[in-house]
C-alpha cells in the first residue's frame, strides 16, 4: 500500500469514484481511494438508478446535465457496460401550480440546454399507452434521461480512474484523520497511515462518523427511502412483446413516486410523508451492506395513486420492498466544495441523487481541487451555505422535511416549516404582533411581509403575482414615499483588526479600501476568472480596522474565506460579530426626520454625507449609524449591540408614530433594490459572470496593485466583454413577473438569461436584472423574456431606473 | 381438507450473513429478514391445492419472535387464511419446534402437513421427520411433486441418484423441495387485504411445552476467506498443480 498520495478520498461509492475519476482525468494520478469495505456498499447499490436532467436549481442542473452526457460516453472509454437505458422521463401534472413549476424550470432548461417538451395528455398516452389519463393536464417530458445501472456506471469510472493510474483500496477503513506538521493530512487505516495533501470526503451514510474525526459538524445524514420492485406484469410483457419499446420514467409528482420499468415489471419508489432520518450518530456497527424493513403503511397512499394511474400494478406481484438510507441535506442539495476552518479537506457529501449527480460533481469538485475554482457558480452546493445550527436535531427534522417534499411544488417563495423557529432577533415578538409572515434564512427567522389588520398573517406562495403582492407593494412604496423601518439582524458582521489589517484586507478586494475613518465602500472579492466570491460593504472604522458587512446567508462562507487567509502571526485579527450585533434599516424620505428626533448628532447631509457612518446614540444605545442601504433611498443601517435592539425599536416606533412609520419585509426590500439595478451577491453576482461583465466597472482598481482576478479582468478588459448587465421592462405582462433564470431570446437565438426579477412597485413596471450578449445592453434594445413558457417583449431601460442619479439617496 | 403450513422467519437468502463481534451468533439486528424460501414453496402449494379445489383451509403457523408476525402475513397476503403465531423469544430448536407443532395439529386436526424441507439458516433439516414420528403420521420428504388421491397423497421424492415415488396414507406431514413449483408474489391488495386476515397468538406455556434450548451454542465463526487464486501459463502447469499442490489428481 502507498503511503504517501496527493489526495486521498474517503468513500468508495458512486460519488467518491466520480470523484477520482474526474482528478485522474485532470492528470493527478498520484491519487486514492479509500473504501471500508467494497466499491458502492453503502447506498449506491440499492439506488434506483434514476438519471432525472430535472432540478430547479442552475447549479445542480448543470452538474445533472454533465453526468447524463458523461454516461453515455463511458462505455466507449472503458469498455464497461453501465446500463443506461435512456427511456425518456415523464413528469405528470395534475395541477396549473404544477405545470407552472414546469414552466418555470423550462426556463432554467433552456438556459443551460437540456431538451425537453410541455406535452398533452393524449401526447402521454401515445409515450405511455399503459397510463391512466385521468385528471392529468399535461406533462414535462425529457427525451434524453432514464436510468442507469448503479454498480455498473461506479465500475465503469473506478476502471477509468485506474487506468489514469489512480489507486483504489477496499477493505480499508479510515480510522483518523490528523494535520502533521507538514500541512499535511495524515489519513490512518485499518491497512496502514497514508499522508495526503488534499482530503475528500465522500462518505455519504458514513458522514457523521467522519464528521467525528475531523472534529466538524457536516450537515447531511441518511433518509430511509422505499421502493418496491414488482414480478412480471403481464400487460407490461405484452406490449413489450408485441414490439412496444421501454416506457419512459414516469413520475407523478403530485403523488410523490417515480415508476419505471425493470424486467418486464415496475419499480415504484414513493417520497413518503413521515419516513424517518436515521444515523444521527453515526452508523451503527454491525449495519453493513444492509436494509431495513419495508414499511407499508408508509407506502399505501402511493402505491393506491400508482394503481390509479398505472391500473395493471394492481396485481402486479411484490417481490421486493427495498428500504435503505439515503444521504440528505437540509434542502435536499448536495455538499460539494471545500470544508469551512479545515485547509484542504474537501466535501462531497449529502447526495440524495448521487447516481445522477456524481458525474458533475466529481467534476466540479477536481476543477476546484485541481485548478483552484470550479467553473459553475456552484453557491447552491456550498457545504459552507450552511452554519453551527445545521446539526443534530435540526439535521433529523429539515432532513426529513426534505425527503417529503422531493416532489412537492417548489414554490420560488416557499418556506418550509420545520426546526423553526432556530435565530430570532430580539424584536422578533414584537414584528410577530404586527403581522410579519416569516421566512428562514441560514437558520434566522426574517419577515417576509407584514399583513395588515384583516388580512391572515398566512403566506401564499406561486410562481405568479400572490396574495402578498399588494401588501408587499404597500410596504415598498412606503419606503419610496415614508419611512420603514428593516430588520437585517440576520446579516453577516465581521471586526477586522490589528496592524496588518490593511495590508490584510486590500489584495483580497478589487478595489482600495476606504480612505476616511468612517468611509463606506462596497468591495468585492473576486475569483481567478474575475467573478465575484464574495461582496462587503467595508467601513474604515476611526481606530484603523475595518467592518465588513456582508449577506447573512454567507456567514460560514465569507468567515471562513477570511480566516483561511489570514496571517498566522496574530497581526490580524477577525472578530464575527453576527451574533453579537443587530441591525435596524430605517429608510425613507421621512427617515432623517424619525432618526433626527432621537439624537444630538447633525444628520444633514452636510454633516453626515452619504457613505459615511458616525457611533451616535440613540437614547442609552450606543450604534453604529450607517449612512447606507439597499433600499436606495435616504436612510441609516443602524448597527448596534445585540441587547438594545428592542430600546432603538421601540423609540423608532415612538418618534415616527407622526410620521406612520412601517415595517418592511424581505420582499419588499428585494422588489426595492431590484428598481435600483442592485446587484444581488449570489443571485445577480456569482462566479459565472466576471464584475466587468457585472457592470461594476466602477467598483475595480486596476492600478491599485495585486489583486485576485485583475489579470483577467485586464485580458477581458482589452478583448471586451462578451457579457453585459442590463435592467429589462417587461411589457404587457399582468399575472407574474421575472424571478431569476428567465431566457432572454432574440427571435430563436437565446442572447441571455435573467438573474433576477420582480415588480417595481414605486415606478409600476415589471423588471428584470440579468445578463445578455454584448451589444443587447443598450437601454431602448428591445427582445423578448420567456416567463412561465409565454414570451414577452421586453426593453433594456437605464442601469437604477429609480433615481438613476442618486439624487434622492443623497438627499 | 385443511392444509397447515408451518413457516419460519429467516435472514433474508439474499443478505451476507455477519457473525456477531462476540461469536455467540448471527447478527439479527437491522437485517432484512423473510420467509424461509422452503417454507415458501409449501405456501404456494397448499395455495394451489385450494385454488384446485382440493384443500378447504390453509392455516399458517409460525414460532418464533413477535416479529414472526411479518412472515405469517406475508403467507396470508399469497393466499393463506388464517395464522397462528407461537410467541417466544427463547431461540428455538429443531424438537421444541416439533413439540409445539404437534400441540398445535392436534388442536386444529388438518389432513396434510405441508412445510420446508429445512430453514436455510441452520440447515438443520429435522422438524417435519420429528413432527410425523411425534404424530405418527406418514412422512415424504424432499418432496417435488404432490399428487392427492383418494387415501393417499403420491410424492415424488428428490433422492440421491433420482427420483423416488412414494405413497403415503393420510393423514401425512410432507417436506417439499426447491422443483415443486416457484411461489407467486403477493399482490399489493392482497397484501393489505392479508392485514385483516386473523392471526391467533399462543405461547409455548399455554400449549404446555417447555422449549428450553439442549444444545450450547460454545462459538460461531465465518468459514475461511477464500484464497486469491493464480494463474497458469499452460494445461500442464495446470495438471501439475491439481497433481502436486490440490493432490486432486493422482
Known sequence: MDTHARVVIIGGGVVGVGTLYHLAKKGWSDVILCERTELTAGSTWHAAGLLPLFNMSYAVGQLHKYSVDLYKSLEAETGQDVGFHVTGNLRLARTRDRMDEYKKYCGTANTIGVPFELITPSEIKELWPLINLDGLIGAL???????????????????????????????????????????????????????????????????????????????????QHQYIVTDVVPELKEYRDSGGKELAVLRESDASYYLREERMGYILG?????????????????????????????????????????????????????????????????????????????????????????????????EWIVEGEPTIDLLAVDPRRYGDYARGPFLVKKNEEAYENVFTVHYPDEERPACRPAKTSPIHDRLDGMGAVWGQRYGWERPN?????????????????????????????????????IDITSFSKFRVSGSGAETFLDPLVARRLPKAPGRIQLCHVLTKNGGVRSEFTVTRNTDGSFYLVSSGAAERFDLSFLNKHRPDDNSVQVENLTTSHATLVVAGPNSRKVLQKLTDTDLSSEAFPWLMTQDIYVGVAPLRAMRVNF?????????????????????????????????????????LRIEKSYRMWGQDLTREYTILEAGL??????????????????????????????????????????????????????????????????????????????????????????????????????????????????? | MKVVVPVKRVIDANIKVRVKADHSGVELNNVKMAMNPFCEIAVEESIRMKESGAAEEIVVVAAGPQQSQETIRTALAMGADRGILIQTDVPLEPLAV??????????????????????????????????????????????????????????????????????????????????????????????????????????????????????????????????????VSSAAELIEKLRDEAKVLA
Open chain 1, 631 to 671: 433600499v436606495g433611498e435616504l436612510g441609516w443601517e443602524l448597527h448596534h449591540p445585540i441587547e438594545y435592539q428592542r430600546h432603538i425599536f421601540e423609540q423608532l416606533m415612538d418618534a415616527g408614530q407622526e410620521f406612520n412609520i412601517g415595517q418592511c419585509g424581505m420582499r419588499a426590500m428585494d422588489s
Open chain 2, 98 to 231: 416439533s413439540k409445539l407443532l404437534k400441540s398445535v395439529i392436534e388442536r386444529e386436526d388438518p389432513g396434510l402437513v405441508m412445510m420446508g424441507k429445512q430453514a436455510v439458516d441452520n440447515d438443520n433439516n429435522q422438524t417435519g421427520q420429528m413432527l410425523s414420528a411425534m404424530l405418527n403420521w406418514s412422512l415424504g420428504t424432499f418432496v417435488s411433486k404432490i399428487e392427492i388421491k383418494d387415501d393417499t397423497f403420491e410424492v415424488v421424492r428428490e433422492v440421491d441418484g433420482g427420483l423416488e415415488t412414494v405413497s403415503l396414507s393420510k393423514p401425512s406431514v410432507i417436506t417439499v423441495d426447491l422443483r415443486l413449483n416457484e411461489p407467486r408474489y403477493a399482490s399489493l391488495p392482497n397484501i393489505m387485504k392479508a392485514r385483516r386476515k386473523p392471526i391467533e397468538t399462543l405461547t409455548p406455556d399455554e400449549l404446555g411445552v417447555d422449549v428450553t434450548p439442549r444444545v450450547e451454542v460454545v462459538e460461531v465463526n465465518e468459514p475461511p476467506n477464500r484464497q486469491a487464486g493464480i494463474k
Open chain 1, 270 to 366: 414513493p417520497y413518503e410523508v413521515g419516513a424517518p432520518a436515521v444515523f444521527a450518530d453515526g452508523v451503527p456497527s454491525g449495519f453493513e451492506k444492509d436494509l431495513f424493513p419495508g414499511d407499508l403503511d408508509r407506502l399505501l397512499p402511493h402505491v393506491e395513486a400508482a394503481i390509479h394511474r398505472v391500473p395493471s400494478f394492481e396485481t402486479a406481484g411484490i417481490k421486493d420492498i427495498v428500504n435503505g438510507p439515503i444521504a440528505y441535506t437540509p434542502d435536499g442539495s448536495p455538499l460539494i466544495g471545500p470544508a469551512w476552518d479545515l485547509p484542504n479537506v474537501w466535501l462531497n457529501e449529502g447526495h440524495s441523487f448521487g447516481v445522477t449527480a456524481s458525474g458533475g460533481a466529481g467534476w466540479q469538485l477536481a
Open chain 1, 141 to 223: 417530458y425529457h427525451p434524453d434521461d432514464g436510468h442507469i445501472a448503479p454498480v455498473d456506471v461506479t465500475n465503469a469510472m473506478a476502471k477509468g480512474a485506474r487506468d489514469r493510474g489512480a489507486k483504489i483500496y477496499q477493505q480499508t477503513q479510515v480510522t483518523g484523520l490528523t494535520r502533521t506538521r507538514d500541512g499535511e493530512w495524515k489519513v490512518s487505516t485499518s491497512r496502514g497511515d497514508i499522508t495526503c495533501e488534499h482530503l475528500v470526503c465522500a462518505t455519504g451514510n458514513y458522514s457523521q462518523d467522519i464528521s467525528r474525526l475531523l472534529g466538524i459538524n457536516i450537515p447531511s445524514i441518511p433518509v
Open chain 1, 449 to 485: 411581509w407584514f399583513a395588515p389588520d384583516g388580512v391572515e398573517a398566512v403566506d401564499d406562495w406561486s410562481f405568479r403575482r400572490s396574495k402578498y403582492f399588494e401588501h408587499v407593494g404597500r410596504e415598498h412604496n412606503n419606503i419610496r414615499n415614508n419611512v420603514g423601518i
Open chain 1, 697 to 811: 466597472g466602477i467598483f475595480v482598481h486596476m492600478d491599485k496593485g495585486d489583486f485576485t482576478g485583475r489579470d483577467a479582468l485586464r485580458a477581458q478588459k482589452e478583448s471586451g466583454v462578451p457579457q453585459e448587465f442590463v435592467t429589462v421592462a417587461v411589457e404587457g405582462i399582468t399575472d407574474a413577473d421575472p424571478l431569476g433564470n428567465e431566457p432572454l431570446w432574440d427571435g430563436e437565438k437565446m442572447i441571455g438569461r435573467a438573474t433576477a426579477g420582480s415588480y417595481g412597485h414605486f415606478i409600476e413596471k415589471s423588471l428584470a436584472l440579468g445578463y445578455v450578449q454584448t451589444g443587447y445592453g443598450k437601454p431602448g434594445t428591445k427582445f423578448e423574456i420567456e416567463i412561465l413558457g409565454d414570451r414577452y417583449n421586453c426593453a433594456v431601460v437605464e442601469n437604477s431606473p429609480h433615481d438613476p442619479e442618486n439624487i434622492r439617496l443623497r438627499s
